[in-house]
């Protein structure tokens, strides 16, 4: 499998040309840099993993207080798909869900066993 390097179009083995942009393949071009560069972040996926960056950080503080087993997994849901763009941020972000979710149910656990007795 072929890209081109111009537009990362995929492109037949033995097309002399891209499909898509017209942009002449050279047969000495490397596929590891054409897929390099179809696969570098782009300006939307930029903005759409700063949106689940937010979502999932809302769901957390969310989950501490309310249904955090629901909650606790849409973090980590948007922390898988942050991940995509920034790997460390996704990854703490998939912890935190984890970690609100079980606090969250330690929480509710604890006042309910407090207004049930009291």
Known sequence: MRFCPQCGADVHEQSRFCSKCGTELSTAESDSTASALKQEPTETDT???NTYMIIGWICCVVSLIFIPIIFGAITVIMGYLTKKTNEQH????????VAAAIFGMLLGAALGGYYYYY
Do not use: E, K, P
């Open 47 to 49: 903005g759409s993993a």
């Open 90 to 97: 996704g990854t703490i972000m998939m912890i935190a869900g």
